[in-house]
């Protein structure tokens, strides 16, 4: 059994870097980005709780912790690649389940298999929590994207990558996190000084608009 295999594993994820291959201002680990979707899904969540939903706190951070956890056998896909039809999304989510089983049935011992499996299975699943976590998840990927565009970054798939983020945080506008973050957040992120500031702001109101 080896367990110690999955401790060690953790440190990898901190080797593992998120839009491979492309030119970066900022590099952000897929370790980070798991925790930096954890504390997102948290306010996230606390949002949804103060309008009266019912939140299963334990369900939504293990969510969040290991959402991107089958990633270490895989690496990170690029969103317009891994999004670019249905079939490849599920060939992709196939190849993670499967590894992820293997690894888990080689290195945990059988008493806590079942709950691992369950632990590292996909989070997006149409439950409060698993839209919570599509939306912090999303978010993250807005503030990595708007961070290499704000600085200036040449790399057309940055905008391709904020414009397919911000679609996927507005199909969940019926929920009061998504309302505050669009009415609140949003508009401050917009306010901060960078170059291509007058086409993305009307990149993010045509988007918006849309998913009205």
């Known amino acids: 059994m080896g367990i110690h295999h999955y401790f060690k594993s953790l440190s990898d994820m901190e080797k593992l870097y998120r839009c491979p291959g492309k030119f970066l201002y900022n590099e952000h680990t897929v370790a980070a980005h798991s925790f930096k979707v954890t504390k997102i899904a948290q306010f996230l969540g606390t949002v949804e709780e103060y309008h009266g939903k019912k939140l299963n706190w334990k369900s939504l951070y293990e969510k969040a912790l290991n959402h991107d956890y089958p990633e270490i ?18 060939l992709f989510s196939e190849v993670e389940e499967e590894m992820t089983h293997k690894f888990v049935t080689q290195e945990f011992p059988a008493a806590f298999q079942d709950i691992y499996l369950e632990r590292f299975k996909e989070g997006k699943d149409g439950t409060l929590e698993g839209n919570i976590l599509s939306v912090a998840d999303k978010i993250d990927l807005l503030y990595e994207s708007f961070g290499e565009i704000q600085k200036g970054n ?9 414009q397919e983020a911000l679609t996927t945080i507005v199909k969940f506008n019926e929920m009061d996190c998504v309302k505050f973050f669009l009415d609140s957040v949003l508009p401050d992120m917009l306010a901060e000084k960078f170059i291509p500031q007058s086409e993305l702001s009307k990149i993010t109101q045509s988007l918006i608009a849309d998913g009205d």
């Open 73 to 90: 056998f895989t690496g990170d896909i690029k969103t317009p690649v891994k999004y670019a039809s249905s079939e490849l999304n599920r």
């Open 154 to 162: 040449p790399e057309p798939i940055f905008l391709e990558i904020y």
